[in-house]
């Protein structure tokens, strides 16, 4: 028995293997990264993880999260939100959503150009209207205060998705 092809053999095995995993690595590890459903990167201060089917998904927003519903067909759970001035991760029951305010992180930020180098105006753009989680119903409207919106318990907002 010839000993080289064996070594050359279970060499190209080990390194095809790691190749493999790095890969998946990769891949796993992007997932976290962009939205399920808008493919947008997800922000620290607005990171929602949603359940659909007992799988969860990563998403940039809480409006991505909560539309799922619509777009998949299937119930969706949202089992954390970040709050959006801390940054810590919130239990959805017990957390506030400001909605439709003047920040939006998902929205992009320069105008997309025509054929012929006019901005086109959005007609849709499924991170709007903007939704912000927040820790305390107090931060939340001094949030309003400054940028608009309004202010909603996060089950009561749920609730008109689910519909």
């Known amino acids: ?27 796993a590890q992007l ?11 997800i922000h620290d201060h607005s990171r929602t993880v949603a359940s659909i089917n007992g799988k969860p998904g990563y998403y940039c927003c809480p409006t991505c999260a909560l539309t799922e519903h619509k777009q998949a067909g ?57 939704m912000l989680a927040f820790r305390e119903m107090k931060t939340a409207q001094a949030f309003v205060a400054e940028h608009g919106g309004q202010v909603l318990r996060f089950t009561e907002l749920a609730a008109q998705f689910q519909r």
């Not at 190749?19 to 690595?25: F, I, N, Q, V």
């Not at 997932?31 to 990167?41: D, I, K, L, V």
């Not at 939006?104 to 709007?128: I, Q, V, Y």
Request: with cysteine; glycine share 6%; proline share 9%.
């Open 1 to 27: 028995m010839n000993i080289r092809p064996f070594a050359f053999t279970l060499v190209s095995i080990v390194v095809l293997g790691g190749l493999g995993y790095s890969g998946w690595l990769y891949f």
């Open 31 to 41: 997932e976290h990264q962009t939205c399920r459903a808008c493919s947008r990167p």
């Open 74 to 130: 299937k119930p969706v759970q949202i089992t954390q939100a970040t709050d959006y001035l801390g940054g810590a991760a919130l239990v959805p029951s017990e957390s506030y959503i400001v909605r439709n305010s003047d920040v939006n992180p998902c929205t992009r930020h320069e105008a997309a150009l025509t054929p012929d180098k006019h901005p086109m105006h959005p007609h849709f753009d499924r991170c709007s209207p903007s």
